[in-house]
Nanobody, 124 residues
Framework: QVQLVESGGGLVQAGGSLRLSCAAS????????RGWFRQAPGKEREFVAV????????YYANSVKGRFTISRDNALNTVYLQMNSLTPEDTAVYYC?????????????????WGQGTQVTVSS
């Protein structure tokens, strides 16, 4: 059974940092792009960041560029999202996902596997 399990969410004050992790099990994702999306209450799920299979290509939503960093460790089948300078607008449930291709990286429809999500709450 393939699973993606996020961890690292929580409550943080504005200006603080969190590091999310997404561990995969059930199959290797070393050839898959790995991405992060988020969904705030009453809003659609939106793209946050993606890393290609080898880790040498990344792409970010404009809203997080310069503050968030995505990385991966294929030996651990894990992807990370380092989030700095958090603002209340970053409050959402964060989901990790895996896609067989990097080309459709910003569209949720392009991702084959999804985690259950982890809550990130940023207080002002």
């Amino acid at each position: 059974q393939v699973q993606l399990v996020e961890s690292g969410g929580g409550l943080v004050q504005a200006g603080g940092s969190l590091r999310l992790s997404c561990a995969a099990s059930g199959r290797a994702f070393s050839t898959y792009a790995r991405g992060w999306f988020r969904q705030a209450p009453g809003k659609e799920r939106e793209f946050v960041a993606v890393v290609n299979w080898s880790g040498d290509m990344t792409y970010y939503a404009n809203s997080v560029k310069g503050r968030f960093t995505i990385s991966r460790d294929n030996a651990l089948n894990t992807v990370y999202l380092q989030m700095n300078s958090l603002t209340p607008e970053d409050t959402a449930v964060y989901y990790c996902a895996a896609s067989p291709t990097y080309s459709n990286r910003v569209y949720p429809q392009g991702y084959e596997y999804w985690g259950q999500g982890t809550q990130v709450t940023v207080s002002s």
